[in-house]
């Protein structure tokens, strides 16, 4: 028997959907109407991701969530073959140094986004058939982990540091869910620092990323200029922000601005207010996706609400860590609120999924 749809959860949702479509044309217009002679572009551009992802959430709503099982297998593969496809020389589009978008005739898409919903839909399921194995580690742990780790190494080698993070994290939370013993997920995660610090050693770029987050004030004009015009941002929105379209730091000064920066011209427009106002939303979504997860009817439900609610939460928390200077710099956007079209009619599916698992509630 079918329940009401959590309607909490879809009001934090279409909140943070509104105030991004806010800060995406604010941050977007200066530099779209002096590149392209119209503020409009970027704009309209997301509104079309919004309306559509706003479709497929209804869509995925209303959708049983046990009937994806047959599709999970076809989704998890076409995401690994678009994730080897997208990192082919002149097939993958590459910016800032990172192959990590394909051009599919007007559509930029982003396979990495697709990965991570079919990830999880995938080890959900997984995890589901093999609950009696998981707190084994070489017949549970393992075999996953092995899946896991294709994944992680597509992403990576784009590369796509923070978003391979984000996966990480969500694929330890879940397998935790799941049953796994402790002492193996703490073991997995000591063996993973070795393996992160390589990663960072191995790439210059993620090497200075790493000692500018120690002291952006060291090269104020190179490598330290992101996160400081990005504090300044903050800084100067004080505690009611100088006002929707008057932000300063979105006049070329703050790189990416509408796209990973986009909480720091939310904080300088909407000051303190605006972003602790995006921070409890994002956290009553949290609340919401995990309660949701503690009531679903079976251990499948269960641990996809619990993999969707982690991704989207832990991408929210890295990007805010970046923005605020308490993590390293890593191309990775705000959920819902960044301009991105992939990210955001996935996340949407992601939450009409949570919609659909709530309506069975027990």
Known sequence: MRGRQ??????????????????VFSASAPGALYALGTPYHFIERQLVWAALGIGLMVVTAHIDYWRYI????????????LLIVVLVPHVGREINGSRRWLAL???????SELAKLS??????????????????????VLPHLTIAMLIFGLVIAEPDLGTTVALAGTFFVMLFVAGARSRHLLGLGASALPLLGAAIVAAPYRLQRVTTFLNPWKDPLGAGFHTIQGLLALGSGGLLGVGLGASRQ??????????????????????LL?????????????????????????????????????MIALQAGINIGVVTDTLPVTGITLPFISYGGSSLVLSLCGVGILLNISQHAT
Do not use: C, K, N
């Open 250 to 271: 979105a006049l070329g000064f703050l790189p990416e601005a509408y796209t990973d920066f986009a909480f720091a011209v939310l904080g300088e427009e909407m000051g």
């Open 119 to 140: 990830m999880v839909m995938l080890f959900a399921r997984l995890f589901s058939l093999h609950q009696d194995r998981i707190g084994d580690f070489w017949r549970g």
């Open 274 to 310: 605006g972003t602790i106002s995006v921070v409890v939303l994002f956290l009553i979504l949290a609340w919401r996706g995990y309660r949701i997860a503690m009531r679903a009817p079976d251990l499948f439900g269960s641990l996809l609400a619990t993999g969707i609610t982690t």
């Open 105 to 111: 005739g007007p559509l930029i898409v982003q396979p």
């Open 70 to 81: 047959r599709g999970i297998l076809p989704l998890f593969g076409m995401s690994v073959l």
């Open 6 to 23: 959590d309607f909490i959860l879809l009001v934090a949702v279409l909140s943070l959907l509104g105030i991004g479509t806010l800060v």
